[in-house]
């Protein structure tokens, strides 16, 4: 297993060494979409109220813990039917309250993608280190997910791979930029946008430490989606960085 791990983050680093190749090609040739985004209703009150739905209900592993008090061999797949359903409520309450729209994912730009993924690694990364040198403890060790996923077994590693690179980067995108986002911006303007759920953003991960570096990729995220007109760019350049941060997980696992 420690082979595995080790073999997994060499690729890993070899991809992100080829990936940062690409992003100096597609930085010097990419252009600004000018698909502008749909027009959001300017209701952030009731933006900011389905998200604490959402939070409250099923963010919180709810199921899994009380799951686990009584039949604690069935933890793990309480776990993953609980993100499941997390999910699902998500889609259909932001459908629900109007916050789909299919001009949300016109306009993609590779360039802008890459652009977003190079910024939010060196911004978070950044803040990490922050963080660390002024309270001397590090937010990535910290990380709640680290522990859960030493204490997962081999055979649900590729449902939580899956989780933590393409479910949860989609559905989070969708909430926090492609709603909360679009929603404060139409009433209080797109800096109080950005500002704010990237607050939520860093809040609703419901983890103290990480919260700084999640502000701070939040409104990395925020910028790109509301500077291309496009989830589709936020949601890859989310999706490369929770790989990034998946492999490094793999190097600290015992």
Known sequence: YAALQRLSFSLLAVSCLILGALIVVAWTTGDESTTPPPSPDGQPLKAMAVLFLWDLSSRHLLLPGMVSLFRPERFW??????????????????????GLHRAQFRGFRWAWAARGYLLCTV????????????????????????????GAPSEVWPFLVLLLVVLGPCFEELLFRGYLLGEISAKWGTKCGLLLSSLLFALAHGALWNAPSLFAGGLVLGWVATRTGSLGVSILAHSLWNLTWLGMALATLP
């Open 77 to 98: 797949t309480a776990v993953l039917v609980g993100q499941a359903f997390s999910y699902a409520l998500l889609w259909a309450v932001v459908a629900t309250a109007g």
């Open 123 to 150: 911004t978070i990364l950044a803040t990490d280190a922050l963080v660390t040198l002024l309270t001397g403890s590090s937010p990535f060790l910290k990380n709640p997910t680290l522990a859960v996923l030493a």
